[in-house]
Nanobody
Framework: QVQLVVSGGGLVQPVGSLRLSCTAS????????MGWYRQVPGKERELVAS???????NYADYVKGRFTISRDNAKNMVHLQMNSLKPADTAVYYC????????????????????WGQGTLGTVSS
């Protein structure tokens, strides 16, 4: 059974920093794409950043130059370093993985299309 465990979040003042981490556990061969989404009340969940197994990144315009996504393939982890935080960054942040290769028996694997982790609240306030 595969699951995502998220750590990080909390309360920080404007221009401060937070670091989120997500670990995928289970018999995993690899993960195609890992990313972070965020959601505020009354709005749709939106992409913050994503990174492929090869290291290609994609960022939302509002976080470019401030946030950095990275991953450790050996540990099946993804991180989001959030710097220069603004009150508008206050949201519940979710870890997302797509294209997860999971062991099936001893000689084969199967793909899970998508898996979400639990949300963690990041609050930016003075």
């Amino acid at each position: 059974q595969v699951q995502l465990v998220v750590s990080g979040g909390g309360l920080v003042q404007p221009v401060g920093s937070l670091r989120l981490s997500c670990t995928a556990s289970g018999s995993i061969f690899g993960i195609n794409t890992m990313g972070w989404y965020r959601q505020v009340p009354g709005k749709e969940r939106e992409l913050v950043a994503s990174i492929t197994s090869g290291g290609s990144t994609n960022y939302a315009d509002y976080v470019k130059g401030r946030f950095t996504i990275s991953r450790d393939n050996a540990k099946n982890m993804v991180h989001l370093q959030m710097n220069s935080l603004k009150p508008a960054d206050t949201a519940v942040y979710y870890c997302n993985t797509r294209g997860i290769a999971v062991a099936a028996g001893t000689t084969s694997y199967r793909y899970l299309a998508e898996l979400w982790g639990q949300g963690t609240l990041g609050t930016v306030s003075s």
